[in-house]
């Protein structure tokens, strides 16, 4: 009877740890900004390097002559841009993979994506490795500075397929230019509903 309750009791923890530790798959965002090292340094706080992946996303703008003009792809130089914008992408994530590497995470990868679109991208890309989780700042600079600016993380934000966690230094300010009125009101845990209030009586 003894020995029964033991493997039972066995079991239920064993089922309950592996559920714990379920693997997920936290996609980072990285650029080459200040911003990207927070949430790199974020994600690897709270994932378990035994049991989660995560993927350092980097995106490569891809240009687009309908922006730029004919002008630029004169020659080779549009080629020659574009190889240069991935080439900075890739030289942006190798640094983050082998800190992953020294930090002796088992299961970590990077990718470059290139697209008209960081928002897009990084969303797309979650879609298709069914990511648990994706972590980013909130601004950033990319190869190009259009890459990772603000509208990039609400476009996360509000087309994720999953978890967004967007990331915010310990440098990073409120604006200045937004100012209002701000109260904190603490209500007393034993406070009873109150009474609705009933509009002035007209004289």
Not at 8 to 14: H, I, L, R, S, Y
Not at 100 to 117: A, E, P, Q, R, W
Not at 159 to 166: E, G, I, K, Q, R
Not at 194 to 203: G, L, S
């Amino acid at each position: 009877f003894f020995l029964k309750e033991a493997l039972v009791f066995f079991f239920f923890f064993f089922v309950m740890s592996a559920a714990h530790h379920k693997p997920r798959t936290i996609v980072v965002a990285i650029d080459n900004s200040k911003f990207a090292e927070w949430a790199f340094n974020f994600a690897i706080s709270i994932m378990n390097i035994e049991t989660d992946k995560i993927v350092l996303l980097g995106v490569a703008e891809r240009l687009n002559t309908a922006v730029y003009g004919p002008a630029f792809t004169s020659g080779h130089y549009l080629e020659t841009a574009q190889q240069n914008i991935e080439f900075q992408t890739k030289s942006t994530l190798i640094p983050f993979g082998r800190r992953c590497k020294d930090m002796g995470l088992k299961n970590y990868s990077m990718i470059m994506t290139t697209s008209n679109h960081a928002g897009e991208s990084i969303v797309s890309y979650c879609s298709e490795v069914h990511a648990d989780m994706v972590v980013l700042g909130r601004r950033g600079i990319g190869a190009v500075k259009r890459v990772f600016v603000g509208s990039t993380s609400k476009h996360v934000v509000e087309h994720s397929p999953c978890h967004v966690v967007v990331v915010k230094g310990p440098e990073e300010k409120h604006d200045d230019e937004i100012k209002h009125e701000h109260t904190v009101h603490t209500i007393d845990n034993d406070a009873e509903m109150p009474t609705a209030p009933v509009a002035a009586a007209k004289e």
